[in-house]
């Protein structure tokens, strides 16, 4: 998914007045998040309900434990199996991509389907209002962009922003990324879903997976998103899961010294980087396909990482938004990488 703070190609949004847009995307904009929570906790552990926490400069209280959710596309569903709460799940927008969850998530949700949709002239879904109150979430997960935060406030809906989908970027998240992110995440989901033990428990299996990367030096990388059909490439910067991603397999990207998270780049630009790796990130199709995409673009052949055939396609949710998906990217990444020649 690949959104922008001006600029955005459209992936799953909701705008909930007399219907609910879910635009689609393809990629996601970083921005100022949820400002991590001091929940008071029952005797059990778990959050003492209700709980106010500050999201993407909203106050949000979520009275009681959130039981059914309705998710606008599916990039927070590593965080929902890590904390347990993929059989919460009531309605989503788009169908899960093959080989991202684990099988008990593909069962859990094999008999839910889409909300109903109806294609817009720009290429999105349009959602009714009616299809997605019909769902009776009591919880709404989806970017601030994509729903109408006070038409489902005034529906007495809670709507809870993974702080990648901020509308507006925060001087926090312009820094350059870390895996902080990642844990910071959990522990507002955590909370808003009344499981801050399950949180820390991820928290503590991702700082333990990460340890076991045993990072070389690989150079310099650039990680480019392809799209319409070679002819548009875009960079992550050092906002952007990427850098953390590729610090922890030995690689430095050229594009750190970037304020924005993604943005569009012309390949003399990146020409003028010369990374000695291209890491292309994908949401749909094949692999090969987006090698195939990449190499269409005029100008890509004066690439030195092209000249020497080190091209690798890494699935998009390997890296942003942060995940618990994101921590798995550094494994993913080095198995392709050291499968180069």
Request: with cysteine; proline share 7%; glycine share 8%.
């Amino acid at each position: 998914m690949r959104t922008r703070t001006r600029s955005t190609t459209a992936a799953a949004t909701i705008g909930l007045l007399a219907t609910v847009a879910v635009l689609s995307l393809s990629a996601c904009t970083t921005s100022s998040g949820a400002t991590e929570p001091n929940p008071r906790t029952s005797s059990s552990g778990g959050t003492h309900f209700p709980v106010t926490i500050q999201n993407c400069g909203s106050q949000v209280t979520i009275t009681a434990t959130p039981r059914r959710i309705v998710l606008v596309n599916n990039d927070e569903l590593p965080n929902l199996e890590a904390l347990h709460a993929v059989d919460r799940i009531v309605g989503v927008t788009a169908p899960l991509a093959p080989d991202l969850y684990t099988k008990q998530t593909y069962r859990e949700l094999a008999d839910l389907h889409a909300l109903s949709t109806k294609q817009t002239s720009t290429g999105g879904s349009v959602v009714s209002q009616e299809s997605l109150l019909g769902a009776k979430p009591d919880l709404v997960i989806a970017p601030a962009n994509a729903v109408d935060r006070d038409a489902l406030q005034a529906a007495g809906i809670p709507l809870y922003t993974p702080s990648a989908y901020c509308a507006n970027p925060g001087p926090d998240l312009s820094r350059t990324a870390t895996f902080g992110r990642v844990w910071s995440e959990l522990r507002t989901l955590g909370t808003v879903l009344g499981e801050p033990a399950l949180a820390s428990d991820a928290i503590d299996s991702g700082r333990a997976t990460l340890a076991t990367q045993s990072p070389k030096d690989r150079g310099t990388a650039a990680a480019l998103y392809v799209s319409s059909g070679g002819s548009v490439l875009s960079p992550y910067g050092g906002p952007s899961m990427v850098t953390p991603v590729f610090r922890a397999v030995g690689l430095r990207n050229v594009y750190a010294d970037s304020h924005e998270r993604v943005f569009d780049a012309g390949v003399e630009d990146i020409i003028s980087r010369d990374p000695q790796t291209i890491v292309l990130l994908y949401s749909s199709g094949t692999a090969q396909d987006t090698i195939d995409s990449f190499l269409t673009a005029p100008g890509t052949s004066g690439l030195s990482a092209v000249r020497h055939h080190r091209i690798v396609a890494l699935r998009f949710p390997f890296t942003d938004p942060p995940s618990t998906l994101s921590v798995s990217g550094p494994a993913e990444l080095t198995r392709q990488l050291d499968a180069l020649r």
